[in-house]
C-alpha cells in the first residue's frame, strides 16, 4: 500500500526528489497542551522514507511529540510557482548522539559546512541535540507550475 494520496500531483519518486533536493525549512505541526493546532518550523533532511529535525532537548516541540507524537508537515517554497509537499505522520524523539548526528548533517545541507561561526555555536550545545523522526503515513504533492507559468 503507497503512502502517497491517489491526488498527489507527482509520483512518489518525484516527491522524495523533491524532499531530498529543496532546502527550506519544514513546517511541523503537532498538538500544544491545551489541544489547539501549533507550527514550528525546524530544518529537515529526508532519508529512507522518513523526514528527519534536530532541535534542543528542552525545545517546547520535543515535550509536545513526546506527549502525542501525531504530527503534520510541510515543505513548500514560498515563491511562484506554489509547489510542495504535504503528509501526516507519527514522530519519535531520538536522544544518545542522534542528534549531533542529525545536526551535523542538517548544518552541511543549509549552511555548507560545520566549520562557520554559527554552525560551532550550534554544535557547543550538541550533548543537549535530540533528533526526530517523522515516519510519514501519507504524503500529498501539488504544483502549480502549469498554470503560473506567465506569473500573476
Known amino acids: ?8 500531483a507527482w509520483d512518489l ?11 527550506i525549512p519544514v513546517r511541523l505541526g503537532c498538538i500544544d497542551t491545551a489541544g489547539a493546532p501549533l ?9 529512507a ?6 532541535t534542543q ?16 508537515f510541510e515543505i513548500a517554497p514560498e515563491t511562484m ?3 510542495g509537499v504535504r503528509g501526516q505522520g507519527r514522530a519519535v524523539v531520538l536522544a544518545d548522539g542522534e542528534g ?3 545536526l551535523r548533517r542538517l548544518l552541511k545541507r543549509y549552511v555548507g559546512s560545520c566549520e562557520t561561526g554559527f ?12 533528533a526526530i523522526r517523522i515516519e510519514p503515513e501519507w504524503l500529498n504533492s501539488w504544483d502549480f507550475s502549469d498554470r503560473m507559468r506567465d506569473g500573476p
Do not use: H
Open 1 to 8: 500500500m503507497s503512502i502517497l494520496r491517489t491526488s498527489s
Open 13 to 23: 519518486p518525484t516527491v522524495e526528489t523533491f524532499l531530498q533536493d529543496v532546502v
Open 39 to 47: 507550527i514550528c518550523s525546524l530544518w529537515y533532511l529526508y532519508e
Open 49 to 54: 522514507g522518513a523526514v528527519w529535525c534536530a
Open 57 to 72: 532537548q528542552s525545545a517546547s516541540v520535543v515535550a509536545l511529540l513526546g506527549r502525542e507524537p501525531r504530527c503534520a
Open 81 to 83: 510557482p506554489y509547489r
Open 100 to 102: 549531533e548526528v542529525v
Open 119 to 130: 554552525a560551532r555555536w550550534l554544535l557547543k550545545r550538541a550533548a543537549t541535540e535530540v
